[in-house]
């Protein structure tokens, strides 16, 4: 992190973002899904670690319950794997938000990894990381920047 | 004798960090004070960071963050160098919260903006005829590209340079 925003230190704590991600086991329990309170604290801090190496940062409680909320009615997930499929989901979301150059919004590209995820991946991760997302950041790298990234104040 | 004359008053920078060193430096502003501040400039740059992405981002790029809270600092010094000297900057710092500080610099902001606009309204109008065509070019259109690329609300510290220069073909 740059000395600047060395300044600002007042992002929410891991243990902060734990229990908000902790709150959402009522939400994902009809799909027979939960996090433990070691697997939260995992994924927050692959969350960390994967925004890190992608030169990011990120604000507030992030994505992580977004993709909580989005992933848990797949089919394709399992008490056994959820925490550890939510983990490389977090590498992955923020890999391909800097593989598209940020063409797509947080909501978009969640919506599209599911998709992806259930559909031609059939819950595979390697073929999301290796096939759909290099696909779906080609196919958008061609096309012209998003409007927040230029737009008139 | 080189730091005694940098820290002198009226050589003090009253841009945010510098003039924050220099408070804590000189006992003029406290531990709790620095506290305050960075935890009221997070909320700021969120509420840039939203308003660049249109809410529909909760991450950005490291160096589009910090571009944009460069760009903050550099607006709330804008309102702090009104003041005449860092002491009364600091007193203005410690009683008023960051936020206040940051509308009031976006004001001075567009003030200027809209004064530099005028005086190249002015400009445009009084040219002198010449066969030079990169005199015309800079001053009409090099400018007026400036004033197209210049985000103040986002990016206000950003400096464009727009001037033509004639190739040495």
Sequence with gaps: MSLLLAFVTDFPSPAQRAEKLLALNERTAPYGLRLSAADAVALVRSGEEALRSTGRIEWGDGIAPQRIEVFCNSSYLSQEDYAETLCELTVLFYQAKSLTEDKLSDRALLHWMKRAFDGECAGSLDRLAGDALPALARRLNSAPQPSWVRTDD | ?169
């Design chain 2, 1 to 169: 004798m080189t730091e005694r004359l940098l820290s002198a008053p009226e050589n003090v920078d009253l841009s945010l960090i510098p003039l924050t060193e220099y408070g804590l430096r000189h006992g003029l502003l406290t531990e709790d004070d620095l506290r305050r501040l960075r935890a009221e400039s997070l909320p700021l740059l969120r509420c840039q960071a939203e308003r660049l992405t249109g809410g529909r981002s909760s991450s950005l790029p490291a160096e589009t963050a910090e571009a944009l809270l460069d760009s903050v600092f550099y607006t709330i010094s804008l309102a702090l160098k009104r003041c005449a000297s860092p002491e009364e900057a600091l007193t203005l710092l410690r009683q008023q919260p960051l936020d206040a500080l940051f509308a009031a610099g976006q004001k001075r902001l567009t003030r200027k903006v809209q004064a530099a606009r005028l005086m190249h309204d002015e400009l445009t109008r009084s040219l002198f005829s010449t066969p030079n065509a990169f005199y015309r070019a800079t001053l009409v259109d090099g400018i007026a590209g400036f004033f197209k690329l210049y985000r103040p609300a986002l990016f206000a510290q950003e400096t464009h340079i727009t001037q033509i220069m004639p190739s040495s073909r």
